[in-house]
């Protein structure tokens, strides 16, 4: 079965950069365009961009371009997800998202809290 | 890029009672509509896609409707365990788009 299990809450300083891990497992890597979505506190779902691991090609919502970058590493079958210049509100929960069917996300990771706070 | 409305943002209705939220795209999305269900604390759950599809597992109780700019989640007969937020989503292209969120709570 398919299990995405994400690295643990990170806590930063306004002005540094996170990155978070999503290890996959239960099918084959290559196969799955992989999302990434954010939740800040008490807030809506908020999604980020998509990664291609089989080209690496990647699609970021226009809010997060130029500070997010998304990877995906085959040899280990871990995602990650890299974000620069934090403020306070970045603070959120971080999700990483699975597509089943074309743009249809339906395996998500237990979520990684980051805090931004001086 | 293409704007969920969801409405209303919360409800309080009774145990049994038939519950709807609506949806409202800024553009025609065909019928690229899915639902979510976020229990507290836990992490979103795909209840139907392609506005009416259930996926598996989903109780019966849960269905959607609509097309093109407009869409329903309802509940037919509310249970202690759908005490929930649930948004409807977008995916007709990139960027994906939720909706605000509708909190849904036993009265």
């Known amino acids: 079965q398919v299990h995405l299990v994400q690295s643990g809450a990170e806590v930063r300083k306004p002005g540094a950069s996170v990155k978070l891990s999503c290890k996959a497992s239960?099918?084959?890597?290559?196969?799955?365009?992989m999302h990434w979505v954010r939740q800040a506190p008490g807030q809506g779902l908020e999604w980020m961009g998509i990664?291609?691991?089989?080209?690496?090609?990647?699609t970021y919502a226009q809010k997060f371009q130029g500070r997010v970058t998304m990877t995906g590493d085959a040899s280990t079958s871990t995602f990650f997800m890299e974000m620069s210049s934090l403020t306070s509100e970045d603070t959120a929960v971080y999700y990483c998202?699975?597509?089943?069917?074309?743009?249809?996300?339906?395996?998500w990771g237990q979520g990684a809290l980051v805090t931004v706070s001086s | 890029d293409i704007q969920m409305t969801q409405s209303p943002s919360s409800l309080s209705a009774s145990l049994g009672d038939r519950v709807t939220i609506s949806c409202r795209a800024n553009q025609g999305i065909d019928n690229y509509v899915a639902w979510f269900q976020q229990r507290p604390g836990k992490v979103p759950n795909l209840l139907i896609y392609a506005t009416s599809t259930l996926q598996s597992g989903v109780p019966s109780r849960f269905s959607g409707s609509g097309s093109g700019t407009d869409f329903t989640l309802t509940i037919s007969g509310l249970q202690p365990e759908d005490v929930a937020t649930y948004y409807c989503?977008?995916?007709?292209?990139?960027?994906?788009?939720f909706g605000g969120g509708t909190k849904v709570e036993i009265k």
């Open positions: 239960g099918y084959t890597f290559t196969n799955y365009f």
């Open positions: 990664i291609n691991p089989s080209s690496g090609n990647t």
């Open positions: 998202a699975r597509e089943w069917l074309r743009l249809i996300l339906y395996y």
């Open positions: 989503q977008n995916f007709k292209s990139v960027p994906l788009t």
